[in-house]
């Protein structure tokens, strides 16, 4: 009798003490459900941010800025620049085989943006206080990019007038180099002159050429700069894509009565 009452007596203060211990140590259930509740809070403010926003897609050109500008070497704008990529599950359309069709135009914004960062363009851009944005895309899929297969984009500039610069990206599969599309996209560059900026990215642009004696040597250098600018001839394929711009840009202006030259 006398012992069952002490060990009663005794194990209260056991209890009472563990549950002291553990809230001293954050330890008990209560820690517990508030580390559950942070969790599923933080948990719901990514979901509640990727419906809002495509954090792939901001994520990959954060990734895209920071190669081209502190990983991979500089480029001369009239180089083809070459962009490696795979097309993963979240690239694929709904007979989950191949890349979806609009993936394509979303790999090429970020090999330009590599393009730009490389050869400078965009710098000399901001420099002048101009943006550059896409107004057309012509596309033609030659064959799939399968699922999982690696492959670049190899990305040049093909031809520019005074309001636009011409690119063209070639997604090539990396197994065995076929060009499975091609993409023709039509940057416009406002607030500046895109005939200027290419001059001064390629090396024409303001000059200046000094130092005394030799005249004759400074006109042959002015010469051979000018020489090995010019601007590219416009291709073919190009020109007629133009003109259907242009087509396509009367038959709305006729039909709404829209002043946009565009």
């Known amino acids: 009798m006398m012992s069952s009452l002490l060990s009663s ?18 330890t008990g259930p209560t820690a517990t ?7 599923c809070a933080a948990l719901s403010l990514i979901l509640v941010a990727m419906c809002l926003l495509d954090l792939p897609y901001f994520f990959r050109s954060l990734f895209s800025y920071v190669s081209a500008t502190c990983f991979k070497k500089k480029l001369r704008a009239t180089d083809t620049a070459v962009y490696s990529s795979v097309c993963l599950t979240s ?10 069709n609009a993936r394509y135009l979303r790999e090429i914004d970020l090999a330009r943006i590599e393009f730009l960062l490389r050869t400078g363009i965009w710098r000399e ?5 101009g943006l550059i944005f896409t107004i057309a ?10 699922t999982f297969s690696r492959y670049e984009i190899r990305t040049r500039i093909v031809y520019w007038d005074d309001v636009s610069i011409f690119f063209e990206f070639r997604f090539v599969s990396k197994a065995d180099g076929f060009v499975r599309a091609i993409v023709y996209n039509r ?13 001064t990215v390629v090396g024409v642009g303001g000059g200046g050429g000094g130092g005394g004696g030799g005249g004759d040597a400074t006109a042959d250098a002015k010469t051979a700069a000018e020489g090995a600018f010019r601007r590219p001839e416009c291709p073919i ?3 007629h894509w133009i003109q259907s711009n242009l ?5 709305l202006k006729a039909e709404i009565g829209d002043g946009d030259p565009l």
């Open 9 to 26: 007596t005794t194990a209260v203060p056991a209890t009472s003490t563990a549950s002291a211990a553990a809230a001293a140590t954050g």
């Open 33 to 39: 459900v508030i580390a559950l509740t942070a969790a």
């Open 91 to 100: 690239d694929l359309d709904v007979y989950l085989t191949h890349m979806n």
């Open 125 to 129: 851009l901001r420099r002048r206080g």
């Open 137 to 146: 895309n012509s596309v033609r899929y030659r064959r799939f990019v399968r």
């Open 187 to 199: 940057q416009q560059v406002v607030d500046c002159s895109a005939d200027e900026l290419m001059r």
């Open 237 to 239: 394929e190009i020109h």
């Open 247 to 251: 087509m396509s840009s009367a038959s």
